[in-house]
Nanobody, 124 residues
Framework: QVQLVESGGGLVHTGGSLRLSCAVSGFTFASYAMGWFRQAPGKEREFVAAIRWREGDTVYTDSVKGRFTISRDNARNTVYLQMNSLKPEDTAIYYC?????????????????WGQGTQVTVSS
């Protein structure tokens, strides 16, 4: 029943910006965390950012601090990832994920629900 649908990916030049969206449905736990992960060709899925849905506190991987911002709109049941100052190293498929949790989670194995992914490509 839980469904996550990402959108907003695309092709941009170095230094450009994109905003990814993740529409959430069917998730009714009182406390849960939402995360953004990315996976480049030949690499394992890596953590990008996470947010506690109700509380709104966030955590980021070091490589995106100061450039990316995770946020959520409770009324629209949507999580966002604003990406600024994009670099070629950011090129990957980006996935949103969810898990029932009272704390923030930062590893793929801790998340139970996943979206289909959206491609982000940053040209040099």
């Amino acid at each position: 029943q839980v469904q996550l649908v990402e959108s907003g990916g695309g092709l941009v030049h170095t230094g450009g910006s994109l905003r990814l969206s993740c529409a959430v449905s069917g998730f009714t736990f009182a406390s849960y965390a939402m995360g953004w992960f990315r996976q480049a060709p030949g690499k394992e899925r890596e953590f990008v950012a996470a947010i506690r849905w109700r509380e709104g506190d966030t955590v980021y991987t070091d490589s995106v601090k100061g450039r990316f911002t995770i946020s959520r709109d409770n009324a629209r049941n949507t999580v966002y990832l604003q990406m600024n100052s994009l670099k070629p190293e950011d090129t990957a498929i980006y996935y949103c994920a969810a898990v029932a949790s009272v704390i923030l989670r930062t590893t793929p194995r801790e998340y139970a629900y996943w979206g289909q992914g959206t491609q982000v490509t940053v040209s040099s």
